[in-house]
């Protein structure tokens, strides 16, 4: 009877917000027992063109660099600033 609990992002996804796309993230937590799925549960976060994604996983941080561009952080602050934020 062992139980094993593993963690994995299982969905990626990007979505356009404004002039620039941010990155959501699911995460599944799924316990088992000798290989039969008891539960999985879900966490997500979103990443935006200003976050630091240092932290992130490699497939994460690869989309960063395609769509967190300079020109998508500049928008994203200009707009910021327009809402007073």
């Known amino acids: 009877m062992a139980l094993e609990k ?3 992002q299982d969905k ?3 979505v356009a917000i404004k002039e ?4 959501q993230v699911r995460t599944a937590t799924v316990i088992t027992e000798n290989g039969k799925e008891l539960s999985r549960t879900f966490q997500r976060h979103t990443l935006s063109p200003t976050d630091d994604v240092s932290s992130q996983t ?3 941080k690869k989309l960063a660099e395609i ?4 020109d998508a952080k500049a928008k994203q602050i ?3 600033k327009s ?3």
């Open 6 to 8: 593993s963690i994995i």
């Open 12 to 14: 990626i996804e990007l």
């Open 78 to 80: 200009e707009w910021e």
């Open 67 to 70: 769509y967190f561009t300079d």
């Open 58 to 60: 490699d497939e994460v």
């Open 20 to 23: 620039w796309k941010c990155i």
């Open 83 to 85: 809402q007073g934020l």
